[in-house]
């Protein structure tokens, strides 16, 4: 079952029923512009990963500024996100088991597809099932450019898997993945700057070692929010996959430098003041049903005499400062998400909003997809 509407368009913001999922469609227009003029003015395609937003109607604007495709990280996302009109999906992770790859294979049958693989015994299980299916399934080795977690480590190992890959009835062998997440918060943009460097010379030593065996590497893809500006500089992938620009959280904005500053904070949680029991402390209808809290507390927009302290299933505490205003009852408060993926699939529904009113209100089409 879907939840009902929070509002529809026309609706004053005071009208929207809260808890709701609020993006501002000034910020996200924007911030779609920004990553995608400066990937094609540093000559890289643009493939925005698309579990930050599961949005179908978000990845229509991205594939119109330029987007060449998109990533999902699964299956059932990929397929909810058909809608877009997407031709060209990355599943940016290592899918198995027969049931999940035979679906993998049905959206192959309609658009391109590609998945990662850093194991050769996988790669017979992606085999086994594109020729069962009639499909073809376009394979990248993930490999590990400095972050220690999914990625194939022993770089001499890459040449042999790209060429059983090659080999292998129903796949076709593209290229490489080198993604690397917890180097996106490395808080100082110096040393976030030096671990994109070291991960492009990962990348290419792989590079060379499959083109040292006569094989063509098509695509390197890799690079998020917090290094796509060195990614870019680099020139080493061939296209970025950055998620949270289009949105933006409380944990980018701790990220010392640039892309905090480029990308406006476009996703916000409305939540309604629905107590006021003493001077210095409100509770608000958001608790952690509709907030995500893995990276910290959220933030409450351009107050900053507000502080949200605790979270309950359903209910915040607000504290706020000695000489801070109290909130009213009822008064409407923007919560900014600590983590912005994950608080968008706790959400039926996207609040689009254009100064203070409702434009449109947008299915999350893959809320809760994670098969
Ligand atoms: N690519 C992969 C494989 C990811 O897992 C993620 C996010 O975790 C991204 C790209 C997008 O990164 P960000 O949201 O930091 O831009
Ligand atoms: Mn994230």
């Not at 809260?18 to 094609?40: G, Q």
């Not at 940016?92 to 999940?100: D, M, R, T, W, Y």
């Not at 990308?263 to 402390?281: D, G, N, T």
Request: glycine share 8%.
């Amino acid at each position: 079952m879907t939840a009902p509407r929070p509002a529809s368009p026309g609706d004053t913001l005071d009208r929207v029923e809260t808890p709701a999922l609020v993006v501002d469609l000034d910020a996200l227009e924007a911030n779609i512009a920004a990553m995608a003029s400066r990937a094609k003015a540093g000559g890289m395609a643009l493939r925005p990963h698309a579990k930050t937003h599961k949005s179908a109607e978000i990845a229509k604007l991205q594939l119109a500024a330029g987007a060449i495709g998109i990533c999902a990280q699964k299956v059932s996302e990929a397929e909810a996100l058909l809608g877009s009109g997407v031709k060209d999906v990355l599943i940016s992770n290592h899918i198995l088991g027969e049931a999940k790859l035979d679906r993998l294979c049905g959206i192959a049958k309609h658009v391109r597809v590609t998945t990662l693989t850093s194991d050769a015994a996988h790669v017979a299980m992606l085999s086994q099932a594109a020729a069962r299916n009639g499909a073809e399934i376009e394979i990248l080795i993930e490999i590990d450019a400095g972050d220690a977690r999914m990625g194939l480590q022993n770089l001499n190992q890459v040449g042999p898997l790209a060429q059983a890959i090659d080999k292998a009835p129903g796949l076709r062998f593209r290229g490489l993945q080198a993604y690397t997440g917890p180097f996106q918060h490395i808080r100082d943009p110096e040393e976030r700057a030096d671990a994109a460097l070291a991960s492009a010379e990962i990348a290419l030593e792989a590079r060379d070692a499959i083109l040292a065996l006569g094989l063509s590497c098509e695509t390197i893809t890799g690079g998020g929010t917090g290094s796509f500006d060195y990614d870019l500089s680099e020139q080493a992938f061939t296209e970025i996959q950055p998620g949270s620009y289009v949105f933006m959280d409380m944990d980018y904005g701790r990220n010392e430098d640039g892309p905090s500053e480029v990308f406006r904070q476009s996703l916000f949680v409305l939540a309604s003041v629905i107590r006021v029991p003493e001077k210095r402390v409100v509770y608000v209808d958001a608790g952690v049903k509709s907030l995500n809290l893995d990276s910290g507390m959220p933030g409450v927009h351009e107050r900053t005499d507000l502080a949200f302290t605790k979270a309950s299933d359903e209910q915040g505490r607000v504290e706020i400062a000695t000489k801070g205003q109290a909130p009213k009852l009822g008064e409407r408060l923007l919560l900014v998400p600590s983590h912005c993926d994950p608080t968008v699939n706790q959400f039926d529904w996207m609040v689009a909003v254009r100064n203070g009113r409702v434009e449109h209100v947008w299915p999350v089409d893959a809320r809760g997809c994670v098969i």
